[in-house]
């Protein structure tokens, strides 16, 4: 396990990833982003959000022994259950095919919380890839973290869900600021006419403003990744969609930075 020292009052950016459909490649999009934070020099930390279908660990080849169903119900030790695919990367697992994991209540969403932020302290950045759709617990982990990003495809399902989510966290959640990545797209033209649209109706109906974080082209070495259970941008980093990630989490790391400014101004009038 890498060794790490943080003081207790550090706290790392969070950002969540979470698609209203199914099958949009969100969390192929979160570990390949991982990876590039990682790249740059960050300390990241990926949490499978989605609690009773876990992918991420499938999606890296992992043999998980433990994971977060450990910690809520024996009280495992939570850094034990990270596993580290690279000195700077850290993924926190989740299990499959634990129906009770899947529909957490209040009193476990906030016992969840006080288990991430211990772990997240030793990281710089905290990616989680929440399941699909609007349930318990991905409504949670979004009011969790300080950046929403909504994964869709041009797919007008994928449009109309996504949606969903955002009206369904800024109406009863008070969530004000949502990043669009779109994956799959023919050209950065599509991507901008799905962006358009979303951002329209946003407005409109909810009084919102639509971030466009960015784009992921169709790529081949996308799907190969996925067979092959490793990073696209680790074996096809000249690729669209690898040179897509690198510079969409070249704007996260920027995130990571606003907070470190911020962090340090604040240190500076304290003092």
């Not at 989740?94 to 009193?107: C, Q, R």
């Not at 929403?148 to 009863?172: E, Q």
């Not at 949502?178 to 799959?184: A, D, I, R, V, Y």
Request: hydrophobic share 45%; glycine share 8%.
């Amino acid at each position: 396990m890498a060794e790490i020292s943080r003081h207790n009052s550090f706290k790392p950016v969070m950002a969540c990833l979470s698609s209203g459909k199914g099958g949009v490649g969100k969390t192929s999009l979160t570990v390949n982003l991982a990876f590039a934070l990682a790249q740059k020099g960050l300390r990241v930390l990926v949490v499978d959000g989605d609690l009773g279908l876990a992918n991420v660990d499938v999606l890296l080849g992992l043999q998980v022994k433990t994971s977060i169903h450990d910690i809520l119900d024996r009280d495992a030790d939570p850094m034990e259950v990270v596993v580290y695919v690279e000195p700077r990367l850290g993924i926190l697992p989740a299990s499959s095919g634990v129906p009770d994991l899947a529909k957490l209540g209040p009193e476990d969403h906030q016992q969840l919380g006080s288990i991430l932020l211990p772990i997240a302290q030793n990281f710089d950045f905290v990616l989680v890839d929440t399941a699909a759709g609007i349930g318990s617990s991905v409504l949670w982990f979004n009011t969790f973290v300080d950046y929403n990003i909504l994964v869709l495809t041009p797919d007008p399902t994928a449009m109309t869900d996504a949606y969903a989510l955002i009206k369904v966290l800024s109406r009863d959640y008070r969530r004000q600021t949502f990043h669009l990545l779109l994956n799959q797209v023919k050209n950065e033209a599509e991507a901008r006419q799905v962006y358009d649209h979303l951002a329209r109706v946003a407005s409109h109906f909810l009084n919102l403003h639509l971030e466009y974080l960015g784009a992921v082209p169709q790529d081949a070495s996308v799907s190969k990744g996925v067979r092959h259970q490793k990073p696209f941008i680790k074996i096809a980093p000249q690729s669209k969609a690898a040179m897509a990630i690198m510079s969409h989490a070249e704007r996260l790391r920027g995130w990571a930075a606003q907070k470190a400014a911020s962090r340090k101004t604040a240190g500076e009038a304290g003092g």
